[in-house]
Nanobody, 114 residues
Framework: QVQLVESGGGLVQPGGSLRLSCVAS????????TGWYRQSPGKQRELVAD???????NYADSGKGRFSVSRGNVKNAMFLEMNGLNAEETAVYYC????????WGQGTQVTVSS
């Protein structure tokens, strides 16, 4: 089973940037399509960006041009660079396979507020 640990969240002002990190255990992560999800209070969890093992990326319309997903040189790591954040993007951010199949980690809280 893959264990996922997210980090890098925090409080940021509108228009600010954050870089999230995801580290996974085991060997399955590097071969899978993996992605970043987020869940705001009262809303369903949504996929915001994903990346294949070959580095091909896809983004939800909301993040195109502002978000960048990448994998680390260490294959069990994935990152999400977020720029131009707005208050509506306040959420807990998670990483997982796409489609989600592994147990969810604890996530990392991103709060966008002045």
């Amino acid at each position: 089973q893959v264990q996922l640990v997210e980090s890098g969240g925090g409080l940021v002002q509108p228009g600010g940037s954050l870089r999230l990190s995801c580290v996974a255990s085991g060997s399955l992560f590097r071969f899978a399509v993996t992605g970043w999800y987020r869940q705001s209070p009262g809303k369903q969890r949504e996929l915001v960006a994903d990346i294949t093992s070959d580095g091909i990326t896809n983004y939800a319309d909301s993040g195109k041009g502002r978000f960048s997903v990448s994998r680390g040189n260490v294959k069990n790591a994935m990152f999400l660079e977020m720029n131009g954040l707005n208050a509506e993007e306040t959420a807990v951010y998670y990483c997982n396979r796409v489609p989600a199949a592994w147990s969810w980690g604890q996530g990392t809280q991103v709060t966008v507020s002045s």
